[in-house]
């Protein structure tokens, strides 16, 4: 990726816009050994699948909430909403957990001119893991995110090694006791949580390419209702 696009989609990510383009690089892990299991994930199989711009393992964006617990249970993944509305975690140790999109996100979107969102209530808008077997463009759980500190010392997004450089993603917004940053690469929208004000990702995921219009922080906290 050339400097000066490099440079555009940092802007890019900064002012919340939206870039699609055409793919994004899939990838599995292999030959890892599996997660330790805990004693609420013990019967949770060894995780297996790709991530891609669209899904995680077996779990699909625009999924309904049906749809995502029978993908699940297919690979034998347990399913928990761990008192949350709009989230489902599978296997919540060592799995997969997605958001489900609520009537307040739904509103937002609406305020963000977002087509036809109505259309994503109820459904799978964000998917992440904890899981350090999968990986998105090289970005694994545990990476590091470096700031971008502009030279008045006010930090405006920072940026995350990826297979085809460093990924930069926006600045950080904060939902509860966690930072959540956005990264925009090959059509994807890349999610990463930290916990607040630490530079360790815990969990990474891809949402919808609109997620970007939306801040972190609203977007997040529609599904956390």
Request: with cysteine; hydrophobic share 45%; aromatic share 8%.
């Amino acid at each position: 990726m050339s400097r000066i696009l490099r440079a555009v989609l940092a802007l890019a990510v900064a002012l919340g816009l939206v870039l699609v383009a055409s793919s994004c690089a899939s990838s599995s892990r292999s030959g890892l050994p599996a997660p330790t299991a805990t004693a609420s994930a013990a019967v949770c199989p060894p995780i297996s699948g790709t991530a891609g711009p669209t899904h995680m393992g077996p779990e699909r964006l625009g999924s309904d909430r049906s749809t995502a617990i029978a993908a699940a249970a297919q690979a034998k993944m347990p399913a928990a909403s761990r008192g949350r509305q709009y989230q489902i975690f599978f296997c919540p140790h060592a799995g997969i957990r997605v958001g489900l999109a609520s009537r307040t996100l739904i509103g937002y979107m609406l305020a963000a001119g977002i087509l036809n969102a109505r259309g994503y209530l109820g459904r799978v808008v964000w998917i992440s893991t904890s899981s350090d077997l999968y990986s998105i463009d090289g970005i694994v759980a545990g990476a590091i995110i470096a700031p971008i500190i502009t030279p008045a010392g006010i930090t405006i997004g920072g940026s995350v090694s990826a297979l085809h450089g460093r990924l930069p993603l926006s600045a950080p917004e904060t939902v509860g006791a966690n930072d959540w940053y956005y990264g925009l690469w090959d059509g994807c929208t890349i999610v990463l949580k930290t916990s607040a004000h630490q530079d360790v990702v815990q969990e990474f995921g891809v949402a919808y390419p609109w997620a970007g219009r939306l801040l972190a922080r609203t977007f997040m906290q529609g599904t956390f209702d």
